[in-house]
């Protein structure tokens, strides 16, 4: 799984800064993916422009908002690239566009809420002939009941459907009031010719879409459907051309992406394609999330220590740490093979930094699973941790279950947690103090010669340094400070 929200890690990037839909950084880049894409003009009909004054006069603009994981970030990017294509330009705000598209995470219930409240901010008489549409997890979860609760939306397209983007947006631009693409009987994956970036320095790329997994509290195989591995090939080609314009790290992503299955002859083992990836002149750093423990296979780390460009982090959601509620949330694996797991990545001859996800409250947990789950945190000493409190998701088996634990027992187990992991983090982060870290430049304060940037383990530093023009730079940095959620330094020189 990729994560969505707040939890103990601060110091850890794991995309949780973009939750907002906005990116870090104000430079965007809209590159070719895959074969040389060429811009095809806006094919809007006659009808379309007469919709409305506004979807007139702002006629081939849009706006998209993206909420949740990288997952989301990424697909935003793509359907991005098949808009630009289209002779649409990206504006920065909803009241500036003729087309509002709204990304949507439905991993929990405030998630899925948040999608609601925007289309509520564009009600019948705001939205002015706009053309309004919701993509992503919530417009698969909820399907035409969309066009039921905000008449005037007119797309609904759910990302297993995204390779349809091109006629469905036809079809809106033609004046099509309610287009659906739904379905997610697929064993496409979504390339786009073109692909418009966020980030200049590190690309994401999908290699595995949809789950087969099964979790009983997760939405996740209900709203992206089955897995579906892209081939290494076109995985490389991409990466190649990454390189070629100067980004220097990749992240690849999937809900569970060790579970790659290369549909191609050369059947790629994920171990391979880490260090083929890593192999391509230009890549200084390879990351990859979200592995599922009963996938993580000692070749992963193996790879890991024979190539340092492979990023020493490791996301490995554990959800609990009791095995008894491990099974009713049908993870597949039991707490010792999870510890299994983490005796593998420590016994690397590098020092691999491992995170986690953890869900409190699941029906039935009892005080003796979470003294369990407080007990993992304590064997393990994950360097960070994203923390969730149970919410009960439409479509997922869990939703029948009884002894839901109240909302507020919920929360008093989520800040025990938190705690725990504070505690673990205070003394993980004051021993790094003195130490040197590989920093990718990623962002620069408001405030004079102050900078961020990530280890390849992950962590955000903050840091100062005299020097100009730092971003994207690869530099050494000592860590001078550390509180359990923040770490900062100086340039070493
Ligand atoms: N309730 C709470 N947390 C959830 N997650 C997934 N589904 C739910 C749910 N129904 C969490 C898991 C996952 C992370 C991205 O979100 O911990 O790893
Ligand atoms: Fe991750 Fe399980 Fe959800 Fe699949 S079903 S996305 S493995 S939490």
Redesign the pocket.
């Known amino acids: ?5 707040l939890g103990m890690g601060k110091t850890f990037d794991i995309g949780l800064e973009r939750l907002t839909g906005r990116s870090e950084f104000s430079i965007g880049r809209s590159i070719p993916t895959k074969n040389e894409g060429s811009a095809i003009p806006a094919q809007a009909s006659p009808e379309a422009a007469e919709l409305g004054a506004v979807r007139g006069a702002l006629r081939g603009t849009f706006f998209l908002e993206t909420f949740g ?1 990288q997952m989301n970030d990424h697909d935003s990017e793509k359907v991005a690239g098949v808009l630009l294509s289209r002779g649409y330009q990206q504006v920065e705000s909803p009241q500036s566009a003729s087309l509002i598209l709204y990304n949507t995470c439905s ?2 219930e405030k998630a899925a809420q948040k999608v609601f409240s925007r289309l509520g901010e564009f009600g019948l008489r705001q939205n002015e002939g706009r053309i309004i549409g919701v993509l992503g997890c919530v417009a698969q979860q909820e399907g035409e009941e969309i066009f039921r609760r905000a008449p005037w939306v007119s797309l609904v397209c759910g990302s297993a459907s995204y390779s349809k983007l091109p006629e469905l947006l036809a079809q809106v631009e033609a004046g099509n009031q309610r287009v659906t693409g739904l379905d997610t009987d697929t064993d496409e994956t979504f390339e786009t010719p073109v692909t418009r970036r966020d980030n200049p320095w590190r690309a994401y790329l999908t290699i595995i879409e949809g789950c087969d997994k099964a ?1 009983s ?4 195989p209900y709203t992206r459907g089955p897995e579906r591995s892209r081939a290494s090939d076109s995985v490389l080609r991409e990466v190649k051309q990454l390189a070629e314009l100067g980004y220097s790290e990749v992240q690849l992503l999937g809900q569970t992406v060790n579970s790659y299955a290369d549909p191609t002859a050369r059947k790629m083992r994920f171990s391979e394609l880490l260090l083929a990836v890593a192999d391509e002149p230009g890549i200084k750093r390879v990351r990859f999330t ?1 592995s599922h423990p009963r996938d993580f296979s000692q070749d992963i780390v193996d790879a890991i220590d024979a190539q340092p460009k492979l990023c020493n982090h490791v996301h490995l ?1 554990v ?1 609990s740490g009791s095995t008894r509620v491990l099974q009713t949330m049908q993870r597949t694996y039991t707490r010792e093979e999870y510890l299994e797991r983490i005796a593998m990545i420590r016994g690397a001859k590098r020092t691999i930094s491992i995170t986690t ?3 409190v409250g699941f029906p039935g947990e009892t005080e003796a699973d979470l003294g369990e789950t407080l007990s993992l945190l304590d064997i393990v000493k994950y360097d960070a941790m ?1 923390s ?6 439409p479509h ?1 088996p ?1 939703v029948r279950m009884s002894d839901a634990i109240p909302e507020e027992e919920k929360s008093r187990r989520l800040a025990v947690l938190q705690e725990k992991q504070r505690e673990i983090q205070a003394v993980r982060h004051s021993a790094m103090v003195g130490q040197r870290f590989e920093l990718i430049v990623s962002g620069k304060s408001r405030r004079e010669n102050q900078w961020s940037g990530h280890t390849s383990c992950h962590r955000v530093i903050n840091f100062s340094s005299q020097e100009q023009a730092l971003l994207g730079k690869y530099v050494q940095v000592q860590v001078t400070g550390a509180t359990p959620n923040s770490l900062v330094g100086e340039q070493a020189l």
């Open positions: 799984m990729l994560n969505c929200e994981c991993i929990r979790c509290y997760c939405v996740v979200t959601p959800q996800d953890i869900i994203f969730f409190k149970y919410s009960p998701r997922t869990s």
